[in-house]
């Protein structure tokens, strides 16, 4: 019987230890995502700011 505990505790930790790999996976994935949607929004705004200081200087300045 004391051999089957000592298995039962092992194959728990086994578990455990596996299931906190798995959430650290997917915690390192999703902040990746994450960060990646961040940049595209930053170019994004950036892209969208540059356009309208272009439209709007070239309302000020007419050829």
């Given at each position: 019987?004391n051999?089957m505990?000592k ?15 798995i ?10 995502v994450?960060?990646?949607a ?11 700011k540059a356009k ?12």
């Open positions: 019987m051999s505990v298995m039962l505790i092992i194959v728990t930790l086994i578990y455990y230890f596996l299931k906190g790999l959430y650290l996976m997917l915690w390192i994935a999703t902040h990746k994450e960060e990646n961040r940049e595209r929004k930053r170019k994004r705004h950036e892209q969208i309208h200081s272009t439209l709007r200087h070239d309302g000020e300045n007419p050829p």
